[in-house]
């Protein structure tokens, strides 16, 4: 029997969050959306937003809500399904209990005749970012295999009828694509062992009018399961968990699991929603982000030698480097064991004699000697089958008995739930970080997992916790040393690794027009401080593009900048651009890495803007990718400025050489001009980018004066 609607209402800054729970039947989002007034009566809202039962439909039609099953003639995505041996059974949960105190609601529902209870819980956290979990007990008297069990299902409010969402491979992260949801929606899944490099757990919803997004996410490195449906009723679910099929989740009499977190958060448009995933980030997820200081300028040796390297070069790198401005030198692979390409020694974490015939302290003192840190690549969740590590241990990876194990880049992968593996890795990373000044891991992961199983069967969920351990045991341990999350690029980005890192390796393409697109679609959810961004060669050994160094190094500053390249093969000219670059990035990573972030739009589609603010001082970034259709290109409209403020508006130099004789008045411009906020929103600035591969960077200072 049901009882009496009941309705729970939590609010952030911005936005409401309305849950009607009629106990003993369902609990369903009533409001999402901008914060309502103290006094909305919720009964009313409830009432005004439901519909009736049409011809051909249930004649009580059901109720998806937070937790959607296939019951009663629910024909859509599913947020739970649990199995007895072979057999699926059928669930019907119903709430029993509910708690909110305005900032966090849990609802606790029961499946009668299995016993099983389920608790949904959301809060609402810095930057309004929704925190949504599941959990699922058994409280049965027979084991249970959980095949899904989602992190959230949000019933989408009907405003919203388009979908963001990324496809991409590697080296071409994160493309993105628009949709409208509607006939069918979407489903997007990875069976990788990671979220891998489409972004497939990073995902907006669009009201037609942009005048409205929510974004969403699964805070997970494994892999995930995303459904977007929408009916010939005309609603939307949208269902987000990790992947759970295979039976490697099964639940004892007496045992419970629970999911990792979804969030998602609610904005009026793009940049205010990355402006709130920003916060979160900053506030909640990013480990000590507080006392993180200034983002140093990384040189890293992969595109400068590779496997290539030995004392000698790694010397006259670090000589470069410093002659540069860098600030911090990353060792990159190739500096262990047999190590000499990529067939080899993966699990042998010693140091090379061949490469650094006495050890890795001198390069270091060296590296510290010229004023920069030192940080070492590792990759630890791999073994080579050519390794001592594999020939001692050949059972350690993970591989099923009497199958081929099939590798990619000629690795396997190290079975993380077991404890001897773990501590084994443990005591090799910690035994360098302890005998070396190491202040910074690049943590790598270079191929799929299959197969996700050990000997007890189904293992890729349990290996994801196994890696959440060790990162969470080192850093514990090394509490000062920071972590990249790198898996050749972008295909390990969540905010389940994020919470034990400093970074993310966000392409292995260094082609900055690349950049501009695979930077831009990260920091739509994430800070530019958390986005490793560097200067690589030109022709880019990926994309064979050459782009001058005044567009490379420009590009590279949105981000935690670095160089990926040889300064020994780059002329005096690229050498002292790119110096006056790094230099320039000192003077406005407090702007970069501290403000707010703004998605400048402009007509032209090849020219990509964004503008960071802090305090009194706005840094941004226009470049154009393409052959403008006119020599004209429209001005470069600023956003996110007070209209009534007064702001001097300088080109910081160096200017771009090719474009610098269709700048007019360049004088004005190096002194300035005062315009209002109005003025730089409403109409803009004249920037020549009428060329290809032209950048410029944009500096705006308060004055009111
Ligand atoms: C893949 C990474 O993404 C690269 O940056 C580099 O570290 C190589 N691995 C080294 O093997």
Same mark, same amino acid.
């Given at each position: 029997?049901?009882?009496?609607?009941?309705?729970?209402?939590?609010? *952030?800054?911005?936005?409401?969050?309305?849950?009607?729970?009629?106990?003993?039947?369902?609990?369903?989002?009533?409001?999402? *959306?901008?914060?309502?007034?103290?006094?909305?009566?919720?009964?009313a @809202?409830?009432r005004?937003?439901?519909?009736?039962?049409?011809?051909? =439909?249930?004649?009580?039609?059901?109720?998806?809500?937070?937790?959607?099953?296939?019951?009663?003639?629910?024909?859509?995505?599913?947020?739970?399904?649990?199995?007895?041996?072979?057999?699926?059974?059928?669930?019907?949960?119903?709430?029993?209990?509910?708690?909110?105190? /305005?900032?966090?609601?849990?609802?606790?529902?029961?499946?009668?005749?299995?016993?099983?209870?389920?608790?949904?819980?959301?809060?609402?956290?810095?930057?309004?970012?929704?925190?949504?979990?599941? &959990? @699922?007990?058994?409280?049965?008297?027979?084991?249970?295999?959980?095949?899904?069990?989602?992190?959230?299902?949000?019933?989408?409010?009907?405003?919203?009828?388009?979908?963001?969402?990324?496809?991409?491979?590697?080296?071409?992260?994160?493309?993105?694509?628009?949709?409208a949801?509607g006939?069918? /929606?979407?489903?997007?899944?990875?069976?990788?062992?990671k979220?891998?490099?489409? /972004?497939?757990? %990073?995902?907006?919803?669009?009201?037609?009018?942009?005048?409205?997004v929510?974004?969403a996410h699964?805070?997970?490195?494994?892999?995930?399961?995303?459904?977007?449906?929408?009916?010939?009723?005309?609603?939307?679910? @949208?269902?987000? /968990?990790?992947?759970?099929?295979?039976?490697?989740?099964?639940?004892?009499?007496?045992?419970?699991?629970?999911?990792?977190?979804?969030?998602?958060?609610?904005?009026?448009?793009?940049?205010?929603?990355? =402006?709130?995933f920003?916060?979160?980030?900053?506030?909640?997820?990013?480990?000590?982000?507080?006392?993180?200081?200034?983002?140093?300028?990384?040189?890293?040796?992969?595109?400068?030698?590779?496997?290539?390297?030995?004392?000698a070069?790694?010397?006259?790198?670090?000589?470069?480097?410093?002659?540069?401005?860098?600030?911090? #030198?990353?060792?990159?692979?190739? %500096? #262990?064991?047999?190590?000499?390409?990529?067939?080899?020694?993966?699990?042998?974490?010693?140091?090379?004699?061949?490469?650094?015939?006495?050890?890795?302290?001198?390069?270091?003192?060296?590296?510290?000697?010229?004023?920069?840190?030192?940080g070492?690549?590792?990759?630890?969740?791999?073994?080579?089958?050519?390794?001592?590590?594999?020939?001692?241990?050949?059972?350690?990876?993970?591989?099923?008995?009497?199958?081929?194990?099939?590798?990619?880049?000629?690795?396997?992968?190290l079975?993380?739930?077991?404890?001897?593996v773990?501590?084994?890795?443990?005591?090799?990373?910690?035994?360098?970080?302890?005998?070396?000044?190491?202040?910074?891991?690049?943590?790598?992961?270079?191929?799929?997992? #299959?197969?996700?199983?050990?000997?007890?069967?189904?293992?890729?969920?349990?290996?994801?916790?196994?890696?959440?351990?060790?990162?969470?045991?080192?850093?514990?341990?090394?509490? &000062?040393?920071?972590?990249?999350?790198?898996?050749?690029?972008?295909?390990?980005?969540?905010?389940?690794?994020?919470?034990?890192?400093?970074?993310?390796?966000?392409?292995?393409?260094?082609?900055?027009?690349?950049?501009l697109?695979?930077?831009?679609?990260? &920091?739509?959810?994430?800070?530019?401080?958390?986005?490793?961004?560097?200067? *690589?060669?030109s022709?880019?050994?990926?994309?064979?593009?050459?782009?001058?160094?005044?567009?490379?190094?420009?590009?590279?500053? #949105?981000?935690?900048?670095?160089?990926?390249?040889?300064?020994?093969?780059?002329?005096?000219?690229?050498?002292?651009?790119?110096?006056?670059?790094?230099?320039l990035?000192?003077? %406005?990573?407090?702007?970069?890495?501290?403000?707010?972030?703004?998605?400048?739009?402009?007509?032209? =589609?090849?020219?990509?803007?964004?503008?960071?603010?802090?305090?009194?001082?706005?840094?941004?970034?226009?470049? =154009?990718?393409?052959?403008a259709?006119?020599?004209?290109?429209?001005?470069?409209?600023?956003?996110?400025?007070?209209?009534?403020?007064?702001?001097?508006?300088?080109?910081?130099?160096?200017?771009p050489?090719?474009?610098m004789?269709?700048?007019?008045?360049?004088?004005?411009?190096?002194?300035?001009?005062?315009?209002?906020?109005?003025a730089?929103?409403?109409?803009?600035?004249?920037?020549?980018?009428?060329?290809?591969?032209? &950048?410029?960077?944009?500096?705006?200072?308060?004055?009111?004066?």
């Amino acid at each position: 029997m049901a009882g009496e609607t009941e309705y729970l209402r939590l609010d *952030g800054d911005t936005i409401t969050v309305v849950v009607a729970v009629v106990p003993g039947e369902y609990a369903d989002l009533v409001y999402l *959306g901008p914060k309502l007034d103290a006094h909305e009566q919720l009964h009313a @809202l409830h009432r005004s937003g439901l519909y009736g039962a049409h011809e051909s =439909q249930p004649d009580s039609p059901p109720v998806g809500g937070l937790l959607p099953e296939p019951k009663h003639g629910d024909a859509g995505p599913v947020a739970v399904a649990v199995r007895d041996g072979a057999q699926r059974v059928p669930t019907d949960f119903r709430p029993m209990r509910h708690e909110a105190d /305005g900032r966090k609601l849990a609802i606790a529902l029961e499946d009668a005749a299995t016993g099983l209870q389920a608790q949904i819980e959301w809060s609402i956290e810095a930057g309004d970012a929704v925190r949504a979990q599941m &959990a @699922l007990a058994n409280d049965g008297d027979v084991p249970i295999a959980v095949d899904r069990l989602a992190a959230l299902a949000l019933p989408v409010p009907r405003r919203f009828d388009e979908a963001i969402t990324y496809a991409g491979r590697w080296a071409a992260e994160m493309q993105e694509h628009r949709a409208a949801i509607g006939p069918r /929606g979407f489903v997007s899944r990875s069976r990788r062992g990671k979220p891998g490099f489409d /972004g497939g757990n %990073w995902l907006m919803l669009c009201d037609g009018n942009d005048d409205a997004v929510i974004g969403a996410h699964l805070c997970w490195s494994g892999d995930y399961d995303t459904v977007l449906e929408s009916d010939a009723d005309g609603r939307a679910m @949208l269902v987000i /968990g990790p992947a759970l099929e295979g039976g490697e989740i099964v639940l004892t009499p007496g045992e419970r699991f629970e999911t990792q977190a979804a969030v998602f958060a609610y904005a009026e448009d793009r940049t205010a929603l990355g =402006q709130l995933f920003h916060r979160h980030l900053r506030e909640e997820v990013l480990p000590g982000r507080a006392g993180w200081g200034p983002r140093k300028v990384h040189l890293n040796s992969w595109e400068a030698l590779a496997f290539d390297m030995d004392e000698a070069k790694l010397i006259a790198l670090a000589d470069d480097a410093a002659d540069l401005g860098v600030e911090r #030198f990353v060792l990159d692979d190739g %500096w #262990f064991a047999g190590r000499r390409n990529d067939r080899t020694s993966l699990g042998d974490w010693e140091v090379s004699r061949d490469v650094l015939p006495n050890g890795l302290d001198p390069l270091i003192d060296y590296v510290e000697a010229r004023g920069m840190d030192f940080g070492l690549w590792v990759e630890p969740e791999m073994v080579s089958p050519d390794s001592d590590l594999y020939r001692a241990h050949p059972d350690w990876c993970l591989h099923e008995e009497g199958r081929e194990r099939r590798t990619q880049r000629h690795q396997l992968v190290l079975d993380l739930t077991r404890a001897a593996v773990s501590d084994y890795l443990f005591e090799r990373i910690d035994a360098l970080l302890g005998a070396h000044r190491i202040a910074y891991l690049k943590w790598d992961h270079n191929r799929d997992l #299959f197969p996700a199983a050990n000997a007890d069967g189904p293992a890729g969920y349990a290996q994801t916790l196994g890696l959440y351990r060790l990162l969470d045991r080192l850093r514990a341990a090394h509490p &000062a040393v920071e972590i990249e999350s790198c898996a050749s690029g972008g295909g390990r980005v969540d905010l389940g690794i994020l919470s034990r890192c400093n970074r993310i390796w966000a392409s292995d393409s260094n082609d900055a027009i690349e950049r501009l697109r695979i930077v831009r679609s990260w &920091a739509q959810f994430l800070p530019l401080e958390v986005i490793g961004n560097h200067v *690589g060669p030109s022709p880019n050994p990926i994309t064979g593009r050459r782009l001058s160094m005044d567009f490379r190094a420009k590009v590279a500053m #949105f981000g935690h900048m670095g160089v990926e390249a040889d300064p020994g093969s780059m002329t005096d000219g690229e050498r002292k651009a790119l110096r006056a670059h790094i230099a320039l990035y000192k003077s %406005w990573r407090d702007v970069l890495h501290g403000g707010v972030l703004v998605r400048l739009d402009h007509p032209d =589609q090849g020219v990509s803007a964004l503008l960071s603010l802090a305090g009194n001082r706005g840094l941004a970034l226009a470049a =154009q990718t393409r052959v403008a259709a006119t020599y004209d290109v429209a001005p470069v409209r600023m956003a996110g400025l007070d209209p009534d403020a007064r702001y001097r508006v300088t080109l910081p130099e160096p200017w771009p050489r090719k474009a610098m004789r269709y700048l007019a008045n360049h004088e004005s411009w190096r002194e300035g001009h005062v315009l209002s906020g109005r003025a730089l929103v409403e109409r803009g600035i004249a920037l020549p980018l009428a060329h290809p591969e032209t &950048a410029w960077l944009v500096a705006l200072e308060r004055t009111d004066g």
